[in-house]
């Protein structure tokens, strides 16, 4: 363990169960790494994880205090804690795709549209891969999956023009990001931009799964292999290249700029207590 896990995470949990090769320790490294940058300690932050590879192996790690969702309801949680909880108080997610963009999408846009002040972590390994591999709505077009043997043939959130953080951003977030997991100190200053916004902020990371998906793309579980075919596919915004999947880098920044949810729940209620006085 090096001095960050020390710190911060639960020594009986490090290392976690993921398998061989898998990328999803680079994302939690690089949240760590915010943290531990922005100068927050253990009881600075409460962490909610969900259901899926990304739920599974970040959840319990935290020394501080935690909690699970089922799958896709954690943003309706962390809006609840937000209530309660002090605002210097930050509440950061662990989530995957599925979570994030499928079957937590619903609950996702209404905890941006209130601007409910949490980071977001959504850790993308391209589909279902807990379950065996199958695709899910950030497949790239084309990538064979258990479900898509064929190729992915389904418009999804990151195809014909669409892009989930486009949706968000309408929706209300006021802070995105993307990176890949081998941006490194990339991502870790775009995570510290997300923790500091009071709002809602999210950050897209998508990271290599070797074991279902690179063994069907690919045909191989070679790690390097996926890392590469990842990276590949990624370019900073502004340099993307023809074959561009993952724009990463900032997509949107409008920190601190719209009132906060529980901020504006409570100045409506102190208001209608005072008039409710009168
Ligand atoms: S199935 Fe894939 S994403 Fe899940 S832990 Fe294994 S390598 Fe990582």
Redesign the pocket.
Known sequence: MDYLSKKYLRSRKIPST??S????GLNHKAVVQAVYELGLEVEDVVWGTSIG?AGR?TFGTWKGDGFAGTHGRVYAIARGLRLTLPPEKKIILTVGDGDAFGIGLLHLIHASRCNADMTIIVND?LGY??TGGQYGWTTPHGSKTDSSPYGMYEHNLMSDGMDVLGVLKHAGATFLARHVAMDGQRAVESIKKGIQNRGLSLIHMV?P?????GSRELGTRDTVKIYEWIENQAAPLGQEKENTVWATGVYFDASNSRPEFSESIRKNVETIRRTAAL
């Open positions: 993921a398998c090769g898998c990328g999803l590879c192996q390994n891969m807990s990271f799964c070797p074991t279902n998906f």
